[in-house]
């Protein structure tokens, strides 16, 4: 069992908030999908063997891409991929690209699962963040893909906006508990060093919202959810139902993927891998045959501490047995030792052999998560 990532690093405009590795403007979309085909002739092997069971289009903005392409991508994946055996197949839109007719080409292909940036119904917060869609673009958008026969159809939120008070982001929430979607994500905002938000706030142009407000919107973002019916999941993914988001969810049950495309990340328990963060470089590297990634072993250490910062993120939380049989007892003795003050102040609480961080922990995990790593 595997799953297969698909970097698409296409963007119309760029958001203030965002670092991930995107280029606007490239007119060189189907190379880099015909780039994405031999890479994957090149690099599947890494697989050994493992079924791919989660596929996940994420960008940048694959829904930039034409349906033509994504036929084109799909056909060349499939000769190697039983689109049916897979659990999930997910694609992330921005809303202002889906039309009627973009919806339904959507739902020609293998996908099964839309995963879609709103980030505020509020179309003074999309101004600011330079989104290119209005909320009613967004709400249009979601039943385009519901018309279309979508069912499993996730949003993302983010809170913590300068001047965002709790009034404002239970309009928010309200909106999103209206359009009755079986997932939702949300994010608190971050200043990204190098982009555009973070030299806003260096120049004094806007204040970032103080932890103790964040605390509030996340507790109401919590507490909203919570009593209409979702599973808070993951810290920041609320599911009804069970519908969580499969191939994100294996990230954090440390289950192998292969990452494709220009600064992409793959890891196989073993190796951590990570593409060249270069349009133009991966693409003519790619066409020579030729990998372009930068490669990590993995110590017993690091991967313990992957396991901490991934297993503590979710409701299921840490398998203690799992620790003691991967990296030995002493381990596990070490990982309790850490989490007794956590564990004393309610933050964390230990059932079955399980290390779990509390609901009140849960804004504070970074912190808790930190304290349990391992530094030899």
Same mark, same amino acid.
């Given at each position: 069992?595997?799953?297969?990532?698909?970097?698409?690093?296409f963007?119309r405009?760029?958001?203030?908030?965002?670092?991930?590795?995107?280029?606007?403007?490239?007119?060189?979309?189907?190379?880099?999908?015909?780039?994405?085909?031999r890479?994957?002739?090149?690099?599947?092997?890494?697989l050994?063997?493992e079924?791919?069971d989660?596929?996940?289009?994420g960008?940048?903005t694959?829904?930039? %891409? =034409?349906?033509? @392409?994504?036929?084109?991508?799909? &056909?060349? !994946?499939g000769?190697?991929?039983?689109?049916?055996?897979?659990?999930?197949?997910?694609?992330?839109?921005?809303?202002?690209?889906?039309?009627?007719?973009?919806a339904?080409?959507?739902?020609?292909?293998?996908?099964?699962?839309?995963?879609?940036?709103?980030q505020?119904?509020?179309?003074?917060?999309?101004?600011?963040l330079?989104?290119?869609?209005?909320?009613?673009?967004a709400?249009?958008a979601?039943?385009?893909?519901?018309?279309?026969?979508?069912?499993?159809i996730?949003?993302?939120l983010?809170?913590?906006?300068?001047?965002q008070?709790?009034?404002?982001?239970?309009?928010?929430l309200?909106?999103?508990?209206?359009?009755?979607l079986?997932?939702?994500?949300a994010?608190n905002?971050?200043?990204?060093?190098?982009?555009?938000?973070?030299?806003?706030?260096?120049?004094?142009?806007?204040?970032?919202?103080?932890?103790? %407000? =964040?605390?509030? @919107?996340f507790?109401?973002l919590? &507490?909203? !959810?919570?009593?209409?019916?979702?599973?808070?999941?993951?810290?920041s993914?609320?599911?009804?139902?069970?519908?969580?988001?499969?191939?994100?969810?294996?990230?954090?049950?440390?289950?192998?993927?292969?990452?494709?495309?220009?600064?992409a990340?793959?890891?196989?328990?073993?190796?951590?891998r990570?593409?060249?963060?270069?349009l133009?470089?991966?693409?003519?590297?790619?066409?020579?045959?030729?990998?372009?990634?930068?490669?990590e072993?993995?110590?017993?250490?690091?991967?313990?501490?992957?396991?901490?910062i991934?297993?503590?993120?979710?409701?299921?939380?840490?398998d203690?047995?799992?620790?003691?049989?991967d990296?030995?007892?002493?381990?596990r003795?070490?990982?309790?030792?850490?989490?007794a003050?956590?564990?004393?102040?309610g933050?964390?609480?230990?059932?079955?052999?399980?290390?779990?961080?509390?609901?009140?922990?849960?804004?504070?995990?970074?912190?808790?998560?930190? &304290?349990? !790593?391992?530094?030899?």
């Open positions: 069992m595997a799953g297969l990532y698909l970097h698409i690093p963007c405009t760029r958001c203030i908030y965002c670092d991930f590795y995107s280029t606007v403007g490239e007119a060189v979309q189907e190379r880099y999908v015909d780039a994405l085909l890479e994957w002739e090149l690099r599947r092997n890494e050994a063997g079924t791919v989660t596929i996940y289009l960008g940048g694959p829904s930039q %891409l =034409s349906p033509a @392409l994504l036929h084109r991508l799909f &056909d060349g !994946l000769s190697d991929i039983d689109y049916a055996a897979c659990r999930e197949i997910t694609f992330e839109a921005n809303p202002d690209d889906i039309t009627a007719a973009y339904e080409a959507l739902a020609s292909l293998p996908i099964d699962r839309i995963s879609m940036g709103v505020s119904f509020s179309d003074d917060d999309l101004r600011f330079r989104r290119r869609h209005t909320a009613a673009q709400i249009a979601v039943e385009c893909c519901r018309r279309a026969g979508f069912k499993r996730s949003i993302d983010i809170y913590g906006l300068p001047h008070m709790p009034a404002s982001w239970e309009a928010n309200r909106q999103a508990l209206a359009l009755d079986p997932h939702l994500s994010y905002l971050i200043y990204e060093e190098g982009t555009p938000l973070d030299r806003l706030r260096r120049a004094g142009e806007v204040q970032e919202c103080d932890d103790t %407000l =964040s605390l509030r @919107l507790e109401q919590r &507490d909203t !959810l919570t009593a209409a019916g979702y599973e808070q999941y993951e810290i993914n609320f599911a009804r139902s069970g519908a969580y988001a499969l191939h994100n969810t294996s990230y954090w049950q440390d289950v192998p993927y292969l990452g494709l495309g220009a600064a990340h793959s890891y196989d328990r073993k190796f951590r990570r593409n060249i963060a270069d133009h470089r991966y693409i003519a590297g790619i066409e020579a045959g030729e990998t372009c990634y930068e490669e072993r993995l110590d017993a250490d690091t991967r313990y501490n992957d396991r901490i991934t297993a503590l993120r979710t409701m299921w939380g840490l203690l047995d799992g620790v003691a049989a990296f030995g007892e002493e381990r003795a070490y990982c309790l030792r850490m989490a003050p956590h564990l004393q102040a933050l964390c609480e230990c059932r079955d052999n399980r290390l779990r961080i509390t609901p009140n922990g849960l804004f504070v995990s970074d912190g808790i998560m930190a &304290d349990l !790593l391992y530094v030899g």
